[in-house]
């Protein structure tokens, strides 16, 4: 696991939900380029799984590239998979800017799953709430993906 630069301070904050799936169906989301197109996004953009190339193993990477709705412009992204134990957890090294991300999961009553989402940045996000804002929408997306059956 990542740990702090000792010259930097860290921020960040954990967002827990119950979603509508079992935790190795919610695990598969982090993994499977055909669920990750259906939330790894931000608005005005879509991620296509025919480009990411995925390696979901400790040391494995996610390279990806996000298209504008708008004008077809690409921007390019990847992490590093840290940490992977299907279907119980999985840690995304991020290095510009950098940022771990931490997801737990385990199973709950009547075929659900608990998830625990931790964020750390370092220097810590200028504006936590909008960073948090920006990961309540993509847990939407996928409890939307669920609802669905695309996820």
Do not use: C
Not at 27 to 38: M, N, T
Not at 81 to 87: F, G, N, Q, S, W
């Amino acid at each position: 696991m990542s740990e702090t630069p000792p010259t930097q301070s860290s921020g960040g904050f954990t967002v827990q939900r119950r979603l509508p799936a079992t935790a190795e169906r919610v695990f598969a989301a982090f993994v499977e380029p055909s669920k990750l197109e259906q939330w790894f996004v931000v608005a005005g953009y879509h991620t296509p799984a025919d480009r990411m190339r995925v390696d979901a193993r400790p040391g494995g990477r996610l390279d990806a590239v996000m298209i504008s709705d708008v004008d077809g412009s690409e921007i390019p992204f990847g992490f590093e998979y840290a940490e992977v134990d299907p279907p119980r957890r999985v840690v995304l090294r991020f290095e510009e800017p950098q940022e771990l991300v931490t997801v737990a999961l385990t199973d709950g009553p009547d075929g659900t799953a608990n998830l625990t989402y931790e964020f750390v940045s370092w220097p810590g996000p200028s504006d936590p709430d909008t960073s948090r804002r920006g990961v309540e929408e993509m847990l939407d997306l996928i409890e939307t993906g669920i609802q669905r059956g695309v996820i």
